[in-house]
């Protein structure tokens, strides 16, 4: 499985971001996603996950209410709507698949396949 993310960049506190993640597997649907960063300094955290089929997110509380993870199996993707950036949110963000969704899809040892990372900068 390669996971191919994009739609990072720089922007302003307020603004909205879009990040993509592509999945180049066949059976993309077997797998749930999750989206996790890792600020300067700082340990990768977990920010949102959804199940194979879409129906089940899960949000870490620093994000809910602002990101909304979603995906497209039919396109082998998945997605993090970023609003209401904040100067705190600036990370790398990492796609990740996981299989067994053992221990926990907030854990890093949960995911099997990582994608290289996209830059979101937040600036004030």
């Known amino acids: 499985v390669q996971l191919q993310a994009s739609g990072g960049g720089p922007v302003q506190a307020g603004d909205s971001l879009r990040l993509s993640c592509a999945a180049s597997v066949r059976t993309f649907s077997h797998y749930y996603m999750g989206w996790l960063r890792q600020a300067p300094g700082k340990e990768r955290d977990f920010v949102a996950a959804?199940?194979?089929?879409?129906?089940?997110?899960n949000y870490a509380d620093s994000v809910k209410g602002r990101f909304t993870i979603s995906r497209d199996n039919a396109k082998n993707t998945v997605y993090l709507q970023m609003n209401s950036l904040r100067p705190e949110d600036t990370a790398v963000y990492y796609c990740?698949?996981?299989?067994?969704?053992?221990?926990?899809?907030?854990?890093?040892?949960?995911?099997?396949?990582w994608g290289q990372g996209t830059q979101v900068t937040v600036s004030s």
């Open positions: 990740a698949a996981s299989g067994s969704v053992r221990p926990s899809v907030t854990e890093d040892r949960a995911y099997d396949y």
């Open positions: 959804i199940s194979w089929g879409g129906i089940t997110t």
